[in-house]
């Protein structure tokens, strides 16, 4: 949902195996930083790594820089992150995050 303030996101918490759950309270929704979010589907173990990197990345980049990446460079970074796991997912690993802002 949209508001004039900011958005908000939700997610299911189950993590499936093919047909069975293996984790009823698994977090999807997680802050990239201060201004902006992630929710993820897709391979778990991948999705967490995606994300974590993310989040460092984005605090490395406003500790060098001095300022916050814009939210299209966000975007941007995310897609390419995401891009660069296409090896994976031709193997059936797919992670697919939708970013907000």
Do not use: F
Not at 2 to 16: E, H, I, K, S
Not at 18 to 33: N, T
Request: hydrophobic share 40%; net charge positive.
């Amino acid at each position: 949902m949209r508001y004039a303030d900011g958005v908000l996101m939700g997610g299911d918490r189950r993590a499936t195996s093919g047909h069975l759950i293996s984790h009823r309270r698994m977090r999807k929704v997680y802050a990239a930083d201060r201004y902006s979010a992630v929710a993820i589907s897709g391979t778990a173990g991948l999705a967490m790594e995606l994300i974590r990197l993310l989040q460092t990345e984005l605090e490395h980049y406003e500790k060098l820089e001095g300022t916050r990446l814009s939210l299209e460079g966000k975007a941007n970074h995310l897609s390419s992150m995401v891009r660069n796991q296409l090896p994976l997912a031709m193997q059936g690993l797919v992670v697919v995050p939708l970013y907000c802002g």
